[in-house]
């Protein structure tokens, strides 16, 4: 199906059947691709076609699907896509909450206004400009305070916004954390001063603030991914943190596969809620991984290697 030719669910369907994909009950698959789409559910049934090798080595996927690759196949992946999703966000919000809290009680120590006082932040941050593009003449400061407005005028009709701004014309550290997004508050970690962000990560049983900085990064690709309902399980991780080299098991990671991340959210959840039951909800949901009878598509590509379960991280 071209990208501009309309078709209706049923024409979408039979489609699919030409290429040689099963479907085993074509009234329930025309309600999935009226609940989920077509569009949507092609990023899951890709790997289900057929790869046609060239001549220096490249490959690309074909119309046609591999033998006995399954309709109901797809939709089991894009379900599992969807609870894995769900189980990012879960951790995260919690990861992220308490990075919030750790930071506005660390700078708040400092200044009741710290995200305006360039002083609290280091040099590259608050002190170096820009040379070139539109942000030029600007520190990285600067262009925060910038992000910072906008959430600002965003939120100014919240009551807690509200009040703050009307009795002291700014809002606190610890007020202001609150309408941050993953983004802008990671960035203002990054920002922090050496022993700040050591003082942190120390917390969460990491070596180093700039370690905790770079995971924040790539927590924040992996939040977006999951809040914009775009496929995570076997996608390209592009804001790649370092591998850890913690011990042999954190070594055999591929950092730009989606588990490693998921890793390192175990690891900060088991500082945060050490009784917390996500890394079994999150053992319990791979293991159920909906692997096709064609093995077409494996936990793989999810980054997953052999004995994972078995580390002390996922006991």
Partial sequence: MSGTDWKSYADQLQILKDRGLLVGD???????????????????????????????GLSFRQD???????????????????????????????????IRVDVAHL????????????????????????????????????????????????????????????????????????I????????????????????IAAKYGLASGQELEQWLRSLNLIRNVAAH???????????????????AHWQLLNNARPFMYFCIIQKLMLQIVPTSSWGGRFKALVGAFPEPGNKAVSGQEFGLVAGWEQWQLWA
């Fill in 26 to 56: 074509d009234v329930r698959a025309l309600i999935d691709l009226e609940r989920i789409g077509y569009y949507c559910l092609s990023g899951y049934w890709y790997p289900f076609r057929q790869l046609k090798a060239q001549p220096v």
């Fill in 180 to 199: 941050l997004d993953f983004g802008a508050l990671s960035r203002l970690f990054a920002g922090m001063q050496f022993n700040d962000k050591q003082a």
């Fill in 64 to 98: 046609d699907f591999i033998a006995g690759s399954k309709f109901e196949g797809a939709v089991a992946l894009y379900v599992f896509d969807k609870n894995l999703r769900l189980l990012a966000l879960d951790a995260l919000e919690r990861i992220e909450r308490a």
């Fill in 107 to 178: 700078l708040g120590a400092h200044d009741c206004f710290a995200q305006h006082n360039p002083a609290l932040f280091h040099g590259n941050f608050a002190k170096r400009q820009f040379a070139k593009g539109r942000n030029a003449g600007k520190t990285e400061h600067d262009v925060w305070l910038e992000r910072y407005a906008i959430l600002l005028l965003q939120n100014r009709k919240q009551p807690f916004v509200a009040h703050n701004l009307s009795k002291h014309n700014k809002l606190p550290i610890w007020v202001a954390i609150e």
């Fill in 229 to 247: 309902h775009s496929r995570m399980w076997n996608m390209n991780v592009l804001e790649l943190s370092p591998v850890p080299q913690y011990d």
